[in-house]
């Protein structure tokens, strides 16, 4: 396979091995046997310890490698339900990862606001989540003051920080608009395709709305159809949605020429319900226009259920830990499915 010049690179961001217990040397090496040309450490504790001569040995291997590193963390919202406190303040922890990002050659910090959870009411229709009692725009506003905070430091460092639309949290028309407000000279987007559809989004509509500001991405595939509630969304093997990832590749290197295609695979065993024909269910989705809803719905109708989850070896009970090692090792092969399928039909990567 020869590289297509005008195709993105290919990259794996690496919550997509988030159970192989692998340190980063071993990370590095699977992402380039498996043809990727950026790798993201999208966590922290991907990278293992964060002392400089450890960053250096990190940052030395991916050259061998030949692969590129992005790397992030998580909340940076102090009202987010997904804001983790133990760590120090936003500021701080943002400060640090983007020391981080500037010694390992990372162009930016990759972070999110929060999740569904941070929407009023049941979370994808879900009474078992817990929701916070602030406003979105409250999680919003604190975002911004959180970015702004360390604007100096983000343009000293030559780092940006790149907010991502994160499991059904921000919608991509208000990330969009939180980044205007912050700052698009030093705050852009990691555009996920599959959690657009969390937000009730065909993830084409998303990638158009953050297109401006994308400075990568985070991409799966999703399965939706409609069931008598409303919709039911699961995330499955990529090539095995209806979505339309396949055209995807395409309309992003057009609209966001030099960034990473990055997948970010996570092929879940069940379908997350979104309840849209209860009006309770609304409380939490106001947000979403209607002409978005539209193109969401005509995605939906034009699916089926999705049976092609992978079956357990015969005689294992979930929840046994024959069945969590069963779940370790499918975690892998459908990485290394979805790497395959994105150097074979999408054309994308270095050759094996």
């Known amino acids: 396979m020869i590289a297509n010049p005008a195709l993105p690179k290919l990259g794996l961001d690496l ?13 590095l090496e699977f992402a380039a046997h498996e043809g ?26 991916a050259d061998r490698f030949g692969l590129e590193i992005e790397v992030g963390m998580g909340s940076i919202c102090p009202s987010s339900t997904w804001f983790n406190a133990h760590d120090g303040t936003a500021e701080d922890q943002l400060l640090r990862m983007l020391d981080i990002a500037h010694k390992l050659g990372s162009p930016f910090v990759r972070c999110y606001q929060g999740s569904s959870e941070d929407r009023e009411g049941p979370a994808g229709g879900s009474p078992l989540e817990p929701q916070s009692q602030v406003p979105m725009d409250v999680h919003i506003a604190d975002t911004v003051r959180v970015c702004k905070a360390v604007r100096g430091a983000a343009r000293d460092l030559g780092v940006k920080i790149a907010i ?18 912050a700052g698009p000279e030093y705050v852009g987007a ?23 500001y994308v400075l990568t991405s985070g991409i799966r595939d999703s399965a939706v159809w409609e069931v008598p509630s409303g919709a039911a969304v699961q995330w499955c093997a990529l090539g095995d949605g209806n979505v339309g990832v396949e055209g995807l590749v395409h309309r992003f290197a057009e609209l966001c020429p030099g960034r990473t295609f990055s997948l970010e695979i996570i092929n879940n065993r069940s379908p997350r319900i979104f309840p849209y024909l209860e009006d309770s269910f609304w409380r939490g989705y106001r947000d979403v226009p209607a002409w978005v809803f539209g193109r969401f719905l005509k995605v939906a109708r034009s699916g ?12 294992v009970d979930e929840g046994s830990p024959e069945f969590e090692d069963y779940l370790v090792q499918q975690e892998r092969r459908d ?9 074979d039909v999408l054309q994308l990567g270095r050759p094996r």
């Open 304 to 315: 089926s259920p999705y049976t092609a989850v992978p079956a357990a070896p015969p005689g």
């Open 335 to 343: 990485v290394e499915r979805a790497m395959a399928y994105a150097r």
């Open 36 to 61: 990727a040309q950026v790798v993201n450490f999208s966590e922290p504790r991907f990278l293992g310890p964060l002392d400089d001569a450890h960053l250096e040995q990190v940052r030395l291997a």
């Open 190 to 212: 990691l555009f996920d395709a599959g959690n657009a559809t969390w937000t009730l989004e065909e993830p084409y509509i998303a990638l158009e709305t953050l297109a401006p």
């Open 15 to 27: 919550y997509s091995l988030r159970s192989q217990g692998w340190d980063a040397f071993r990370l």
């Open 164 to 181: 991502e639309n994160h499991a059904g949290g921000l919608t991509s028309l208000q990330l969009r608009c939180l980044i205007e407000e």
